[in-house]
């Protein structure tokens, strides 16, 4: 079983940055490729950014050069650290691994760009 729990999340103007990170439980989390996804109201979930336990990374086309996925195995983290965030960044943003679990949905953080 893994349980993940987001935080990081904020308020921010445009141009700003934010951390998110993704804190989970779970003896097998090294070898589990995880991803950051968001969903903003009455759009569907999307995939933000991926890693394998490998370190192979993917990137949505529209965070492409602003956005970095990392994870530090020892601390059972996955990190997305967020720059020049735009207004149409705003969503809540969650952690699961991917291809995702139904059972490991969390609350997920908000992120909101704004002036």
């Known amino acids: 079983q893994v349980q993940l729990v987001e935080s990081g999340g904020g308020l921010v103007q445009p141009g700003g940055s934010l951390r998110l990170s993704c804190a989970a439980s779970?003896?097998?989390?090294?070898?589990?490729?995880m991803a950051w996804y968001r969903q903003a109201p009455g759009k569907q979930r999307e995939l933000v950014a991926g890693?394998?336990?490998?370190?192979?990374?993917t990137y949505a086309d529209s965070v492409k050069g602003r956005f970095t996925i990392s994870r530090d195995n020892a601390k059972k983290t996955v990190y997305l650290q967020m720059n020049s965030l735009k207004p149409e960044d705003t969503a809540v943003y969650y952690c699961?691994?991917?291809?995702?679990?139904?059972?490991?949905w969390g609350q997920g953080t908000q992120v909101t760009v704004s002036s």
């Open positions: 890693i394998t336990g490998g370190g192979r990374i």
């Open positions: 779970g003896s097998i989390f090294s070898i589990l490729a």
């Open positions: 699961n691994l991917d291809p995702p679990s139904p059972a490991y």
